[in-house]
């Protein structure tokens, strides 16, 4: 898989360059274990903690090695991006460590949490309307105005690759794994991870799990071409994403399966991450747990030999009033 550049915009050096590169500012985040889900799930589960990353999510490690991979003169200008949220934050956390400036285009709606963080972080916030054609439209339109560079939330060689460093680290920690759960939306997360993991380790399963109200990767992947939704339907905000033209490739090539699940399969994960394994995970964060625990994954024979399974829990930013509304409506 390292003839792979050509193939995909990342590889295994790309990832292990990016590592080194970023390892400086990031958290090399802990697998947590619990006996109770053990038992529940019929399985070992490793669960990689980015709720603890920096900003509060994985976007952090590909945002901090896309901006550490600009030149001077480059970077001078300051980058910008458009995000309803972690990767705004991550951005602008990033951009704030290198002291140049970061120009963020948020869709009204966005959750209230997550433009919070960008504003702490130094962003600059400039709003647009909640479509992705308008979300493009004010971000070329800054990009006009201040000669900044786009870095894109997931559609991007050196966010992949940053993305990855999660795979290098899960298998350095818990070698056994013999499968990985990643949560997918634009592909940028999955893609890193699934072309670190099968390099290192190519007999390793890598499973995508997905809401059922913006199943476009599981549909891509039936059809064989990328599929975008109308509209999405989800609580899981950070999972609404269309795959794009780089990690389309990726997904279609070396993501086994994708898992969908409902939204209350979603919450009733949100709250065992909250009451077994103490920890702060948002929707889109908890449904690797949901699709180990679904019956779709629990009596499909193709997993029955995934006995450790890492789960990405990749994010930990919620709305707390809007948590506490999503438990007593699954009630």
Known sequence: MEANREKYAADLSSIKEAHDRIKPYIHRTPVLTSESLNSISGRSLFFKCECFQK??????RGACNAVLSLDAEQAAKGVVT????NHAAALSLAAKIQGIPAYIVVPKGAP????????RYGGKVIWSEATMSSREEVASKVLQETGS?????????????GQGTIALELLEQIQEIDAIV???????????????????????RIIAAEPKGADDAAQSKVAGKIITLPVTNTIADGLRASLGGLTWPVVR?????????????????MKMCYEILKVSVEPSGAIGLAAVLSNSFRNNPSWRDCKNIGIVLSGGNVDLGSLWDSFKSSK
């Open 55 to 60: 900003g509060g999510a994985f976007k952090f």
């Open 82 to 85: 458009h995000s309803s949220g």
């Open 112 to 119: 209230k949490c997550k433009v919070d963080n960008v504003i």
């Open 149 to 161: 560079v786009l870095i894109h939330p997931y559609n991007d060689g050196r966010i992949i690759s």
């Open 182 to 204: 990643v949560p997918i939306s634009g592909g940028g997360l999955i893609s890193g991870v699934a072309l670190a993991a099968k390099s290192i380790k190519p007999s390793i």
């Open 253 to 269: 090539d070396l993501v086994d399966d994708v898992v969908t699940l409902e939204d209350c399969e979603i919450i009733e994960a």
